[in-house]
């Protein structure tokens, strides 16, 4: 997933049990989805931000009978677990649920009766949400709990049709990373944990749901659907659609669902799609989840992409027209072996998924747009790394988070999970060869696959096919300098970028000599090379000298994102009110939160920025994301609290 830190506040909701009664005989509960891979089952973890208990008991199926109710805003069924009861001695069920209300629980008998089960459902937790525990006297081999979602549910989004491009019918979108799933699914809401599922869904007829399952690229738009996904998955890579959507075919197994307007516009950009896979199975082994279609989705979705199975979501903002910032694609697609098949088994192992994933992405970029693209990208990262790491986060800097230091898992460092996990695997792959490296990546997705593993796991199976197998390449204090220390290791490899020297010899002959760069040079500046060009500025420049380049490039109101989220901080820190209706008109339509939260905590720093962005806040809420909309809140309720923001 491509995201940055962000801070989540959750609603609390509290219930009761029941007693116990027959269950309906049939209810349409779907059997087990059939299983096409093994999957071994990982040691018992402790995951800090999650009630449940593997250790005892494991979902090993889930069936899903689902109602997506746009006019309230819910989602209403059952949820069905085929459980393995590891401990023979337990009683009970924990799962984790985040306002979700509790109708009924039942388990099936081995006579293949159903009786209710007495549970009870915690007082709310800030960020775990309530624990609802199920008692469990017989150890019930499926257990189904009836339920509905909370309107405000953290992991969903409902969209009126006035927010989406087509302006005729409401949308609705999951996000479950990292810790959501539970707020729309009870559930074993840790990475530790992975099961199959199938699902039933029902929807007004003129929405076309998806998930990240068995979607059909001919299924009929009748409000009635079925979906399977055979191979494991942590709870956190569930995901549900629904909306206008249209599908095009980019090959014969990876397409575009998007909204009729948009499906056109992102075939053409993604359309290197196939090729991305075709590379990706080169180097590390076979594609494992049969189809990888992508789903674009409204402007509001709160990150660049999601990983999800089969079906990665990801935003409009990435679609420009020449194919810059499909980085992205790459990203998402790369997950499908560091992340959906190889997964962190906790949060504070999150640079598993991340740092593998922005390794790999940059090996996919390397082979299809060129190694000085890939560098100048790793460079991007590397200067956003710098400014983000400091004094106060130094315990979120080590590539291994020691227990307790991470309280929400949602506030993973970027710049240590995606930039230093990558950095640290260019290291290894520098020292030890990149023939030797990539085998030693494959081998490792081979090994973990269909797996939830920890760091330690991790450093076992390096130490013995990596240190132990080529020794002197690389000793274990510098190997540990990466994943227990802070900040970057003086063994870091460095990256020459030709492109940048000529980026930053235009940009200091500008500053200097107010000598602008040559229009002719800048119409060939890729999205990276801009963005080089106004990361590396002064903290603040001269009204004049915003105007000169604004007047020279027409940067204020630029449609692209990546270039957007320089430049309009850049004009708040610097006094350029010029730009204010442009910032506020990108604020309101982008929901992205990567692009949009820079300018938002510029804005507040000062009396009339905060007042700005209060009333475009207020104005863009309806349309943001839940995880956006308490991101922008929290900024803005700090910025009010201060001594300056009542001068």
């Not at 199959?196 to 076309?208: G, L, Q, R």
């Not at 040559?518 to 001269?542: C, N, R």
Request: proline share 6%; glycine share 6%; aromatic share 10%.
């Amino acid at each position: 997933m491509r995201y940055s830190i962000l801070t989540v506040c959750l609603a609390a909701a509290l219930s009761l049990g029941c007693s116990r009664e027959a269950a309906p005989a049939a209810d349409g509960a779907a059997t087990p989805a059939a299983k096409t891979e093994t999957a071994v089952t990982s040691p018992a973890v402790v995951d800090e931000h999650s009630y449940a208990q593997p250790g005892k008991v494991r979902i090993d199926d889930l069936a899903l009978q689902l109602a997506v109710d746009f006019e309230h805003k819910q989602l209403s069924g059952s949820a069905t677990y085929t459980l393995d009861w590891v401990d023979k001695a337990a009683t009970q069920l924990v799962l984790d649920t985040r306002d979700l209300t509790i109708e009924k629980i039942v388990g099936e008998r081995s006579d293949g009766k159903w009786n209710d089960l007495k549970f009870s459902l915690a007082p709310a937790d800030k960020l775990l949400g309530s624990k609802l525990t199920i008692e469990t006297p017989e150890r019930n081999a499926r257990i189904r709990v009836t339920y509905k979602t909370s309107p405000d549910a953290s992991g969903l989004q409902w969209l009126t049709p006035a927010m989406t491009e087509g302006k005729k019918t409401p949308f609705m979108f999951s996000q479950s990373q990292q810790i959501h799933a539970r707020s729309w699914v009870p559930l074993q809401d840790t990475p530790s944990v992975r099961f199959t599922y199938t699902a039933h869904v029902t929807s007004p007829k003129d929405a076309m749901v998806l998930m990240s399952a068995d979607n059909d690229p001919k299924a009929a738009r009748d409000g009635d659907y079925e979906f399977k996904m055979p191979q494991k998955i942590p709870s956190y890579l569930l995901a549900i659609a629904a909306g206008d959507l249209v599908f095009q075919p980019i090959s014969q197994r990876s397409g575009v669902w998007a909204e009729p307007a948009m499906a056109p516009k992102a075939v053409a950009e993604f359309s290197d799609t196939e090729k991305m896979m075709e590379t990706a199975e080169k180097l590390y082994g076979p594609y494992r989840w049969d189809r990888y279609d992508i789903l674009v989705l409204p402007p509001s979705f709160p990150y660049g992409g999601m990983e999800n199975p089969r079906l990665t979501f990801a935003t409009p903002t990435a679609i420009v027209g020449d194919k810059s910032l499909v980085s992205l694609i790459a990203h998402e697609l790369a997950h499908s072996w560091s992340g959906n098949l190889v997964t962190f088994s906790t949060s504070n192992d999150a640079w598993l998924n991340e740092g593998f994933t922005s390794y790999v992405e940059n090996r996919i970029v390397e082979v299809l747009y060129g190694k000085e693209r890939a560098d100048m990208e790793s460079l991007i990262g590397r200067n956003e790394l710098k400014s983000e790491f400091t004094e106060d986060n130094k315990a979120l800097q080590r590539l291994a988070v020691k227990p307790g230091d991470l309280k929400d898992p949602d506030d993973n460092l970027t710049g240590t999970v995606y930039t230093k996990g990558a950095w640290f695997l260019q290291f290894l792959e520098q020292r030890f060869g990149r023939d030797n490296f990539d085998a030693f990546l494959r081998g490792y997705f081979d090994h973990f696959a269909f797996q939830s593993i920890s760091t330690q796991q991790f450093v076992d199976y390096a130490k013995a096919n990596l240190l132990d197998k080529y020794p002197g390449k690389v000793t274990q204090a510098e190997f540990d300098a990466w994943l227990y220390e802070p900040g970057v290791p003086s063994t870091a490899p460095q990256t020459p970028s030709a492109r940048f020297d000529a980026i930053d010899a235009a940009r200091k002959a500008w500053i200097d000599a107010g000598t602008l760069p040559d229009k002719a040079a800048t119409a060939k500046w890729s999205t990276q090379e801009w963005v080089h060009f106004i990361e590396g500025m002064p903290e603040t420049l001269s009204v004049d000298q915003l105007k000169a380049l604004d007047a020279a490039y027409k940067i204020t109101g630029t449609p692209n994102g990546e270039i957007a989220q320089r430049w309009y901080p850049l004009t708040v820190r610097s006094g350029y009110t010029q730009a204010n209706s442009a910032i506020a008109a990108f604020l309101q339509r982008i929901g992205r939160r990567k692009l949009i939260m820079p300018t938002y905590s510029e804005l507040v720093k000062t009396p009339a920025g905060l007042k700005l962005a209060e009333e475009t806040f207020a104005k863009a809420k309806p349309g943001y994301h839940p995880i956006t909309t308490d991101s922008v809140e929290a900024v803005i309720a700090k910025a009010k609290a201060a001594p300056q923001a009542a001068k």
